[in-house]
């Protein structure tokens, strides 16, 4: 069966949304934790510029102001006291070779590095150009014992002296912050998914239900208690089902009506003509008459069989082979021999009347249209059982099969054949596709048709909906 070309708007539109989750759950969640990390880097970017580096800054005028001191202090003393404070700080003539102008940053410890370059910045901005500073981190590569050599002067001889970090320039606080606000944010993230779940559960309930009318069965009325918006939607669904519930019981009504308002006149004909036209006075006339009667039951017949479809039996477990090779022994008791090949199928559910009609109307056509070549063959196909009615006729093509599955189609080999209403093969494909199935047609080699019926072994609800051609 062809499927329509998607139009260009769809072909535009699906790439785009191919990213986004499938689930108002899901979509919920994530624009909820892209909000909160918004909100979060925003915060953070407020906290880091506003009030992280003006105090960062500060911490190094202090610095920058202390270590002018002591140099001024160093410069100021004679030349033997300045020398022996010098070594008393452990002075050096060279910076050791493992401090360096620039550290690097270090991702793991993002804010913490941050901190240490925009403290190195503002320091070198505060002092003196003959006042250089290098960055050493200890061998054991720990930011906790690093070290800030600075290039100061003891008796008219540049030194460089290792001096401590202030608390301000390795402050920890702001990793704290950002933990903080991470916790916060999956718990912010936590309690949207509860609430969002607390709400998508009547959502849950509509859908299970609408399965339920959909498969032809009566759900309970759902509650209208909760929010205002998903309680007119339950309220809505209740009406709607209760309308379906008394469009049902009008259509039985009808149907019994129908069937019981017009073969009780057709009844009475016949008796009316069997006593009007006793027997022997006028064969032929009685025979045409009968045969008429008999067409108009067949077609009415028809007509109940589509309205109802077995949509309201209920699926039982059963055997598709037996029920295939009882009716392949119930049509050679009227002369209509079928070749039958079984193969392994699983016993699975299924509606026992509506296969049953299915298959006899299957059978039907193959005798009426086929007459030579028939056979029936079973086999499963991943997971569907499926089985294969086929004769030898030359009278249509399996193109024009797939058209006659709508209402009211007759093909054109059907001219002679009186008591149809174009029903049959449409019946067989409701039938299939109640059991989340479906009904093909194939030519075979050397002549002929074999219609290919699949019968899911676990089917979903029936929509009822015609499948898009």
């Known amino acids: 069966m062809a499927t329509p070309a998607p139009s260009s708007d769809d072909s535009t539109q699906r790439p785009a949304r191919s990213w986004l989750p499938r689930s108002l759950l899901s979509r919920n969640i994530a624009l909820l934790v892209a909000l909160v990390a918004l909100t979060q880097i925003c915060s953070i970017s407020a906290l880091l510029h506003f009030v992280q580096r003006p105090r960062i800054d500060r911490a190094s005028i202090i610095f920058s102001d202390y270590v002018k001191v002591l140099d001024d202090m160093l410069v100021a003393m004679p030349p033997a006291e300045s020398r022996a404070a010098a070594a008393r700080l452990n002075a050096q003539h060279d910076a050791p070779a493992s401090s360096v102008i620039a550290p690097a940053m270090n991702p793991l410890r993002f804010f913490r590095t941050w901190q240490r370059d925009v403290f190195l910045e503002a320091l070198r901005r505060h002092l003196p150009a003959d006042m250089p500073v290098r960055w050493e981190i200890a061998a054991d590569e720990s930011e906790d014992q690093a070290r800030l050599w600075i290039r100061l002067h003891a008796a008219g001889e540049p030194v460089w002296i290792a001096l401590p970090m202030t608390a301000d320039a390795q402050a920890s606080g702001i990793t704290t912050a950002i933990v903080l606000s991470i916790g916060l944010a999956l718990l912010a993230a936590l309690t949207g998914w509860l609430i969002q779940r607390h709400l998508n559960r009547p ?56 069937s019981h308002d017009i073969r009780t006149p057709l009844t009475k004909l016949r008796l009316a003509i069997a006593m009007a036209l006793p027997r022997g006075t006028n064969d032929s006339l009685v025979a045409s008459t009968e045969s008429y009667l008999d067409t108009i039951d067949t077609i009415l017949q028809q007509f109940m069989d589509y309205a109802g479809s077995g949509e309201r039996e209920a699926p039982q477990p059963g055997d598709l082979n037996a029920l295939a090779g009882q009716l392949v022994a119930d049509f050679a008791g009227l002369g209509h021999e079928f070749d039958l090949e079984e193969n392994t199928l699983p016993v699975f559910a299924f ?67 009186s008591g149809g209403t ?48």
């Not at 006729?393 to 024009?400: F, L, N, S, T």
């Not at 049959?424 to 059991?435: E, T, Y």
């Not at 479906?438 to 002549?447: A, C, E, M």
Request: positive net charge; glycine residues 10%.
């Open 203 to 258: 959502l849950a309930e509509l859908a299970h239900a609408a399965r339920g009318v959909s498969a032809g069965d009566t759900p309970a009325p759902l509650p209208t208690d909760g929010p205002t918006e998903i309680a007119e939607v339950s309220r809505a669904f209740n009406q709607m089902t209760d309308a379906l519930r008394q469009a049902e019981a009008t259509r039985a009504l009808m149907l019994a009506g129908v």
């Open 351 to 417: 509606r026992l009347v509506a296969v049953m009609r299915l298959l006899m109307n299957l059978m039907q056509n193959a005798v009426v249209y086929g007459r030579s070549g028939l056979s029936i063959r079973t086999w499963q196909e991943d997971s569907f059982a499926c089985v294969a009615v086929r004769d030898r006729g030359q009278g249509i093509r399996a193109e024009e099969l797939e058209r006659l599955k709508s209402p009211f189609s007759r093909g054109s080999n059907a001219r002679g054949h």
């Open 422 to 469: 174009g029903l049959g093969l449409a019946i067989v494909d409701r039938i299939a596709r109640q059991q989340g199935g479906s009904l093909t047609f194939l030519d075979r080699d050397g002549g002929g048709i074999e219609a290919v019926v699949k019968l899911s072994l676990n089917p979903a609800p029936f929509s009822g909906a015609a499948p898009r051609p």
